[in-house]
């Protein structure tokens, strides 16, 4: 059984940066895709960017583009959303989905960015 384990920092300041994590325990099978999704209070979850298995596919949403990064640790089964420039908008729910056989999501991370 797969668990899907977020974690990182949770509040900063515009403009700063924050770091989330996201690591597939109890599996030996590699990720084959790990992604990122959010929701703003009132609003709809939507998509923020997504990796393929050595980074052969990797997007982004067009408004965080240029602030936002998604390594993928293959060997740690392990990938992380860097968000840098963040901006009050950024502000929400951030959920990790990974793909292994089947899609596992997490439990979310709320990242609040003030003014």
């Known amino acids: 059984q797969v668990h899907v384990v977020e974690s990182g920092e949770t509040l900063v300041q515009a403009g700063g940066s924050l770091k989330l994590s996201c690591t597939a325990s109890g599996s030996n099978a590699p990720i084959e895709t790990l992604g990122w999704y959010r929701q703003a209070p009132g609003k709809e979850r939507e998509f923020v960017a997504d990796i393929t298995k050595g980074a052969e596919f990797i997007g982004y949403k067009d408004s965080v583009k240029g602030r936002f990064t998604i390594p993928l640790d293959d060997a740690e089964n392990t990938g992380y959303l860097q968000m840098d420039k963040l901006k009050i908008e950024d502000t929400g729910a951030y959920y990790c989905?990974?793909?292994?056989?089947?899609?596992?999501w997490g439990q979310g991370t709320q990242v609040t960015v003030s003014s």
């Open positions: 989905f990974l793909f292994i056989n089947r899609t596992y």
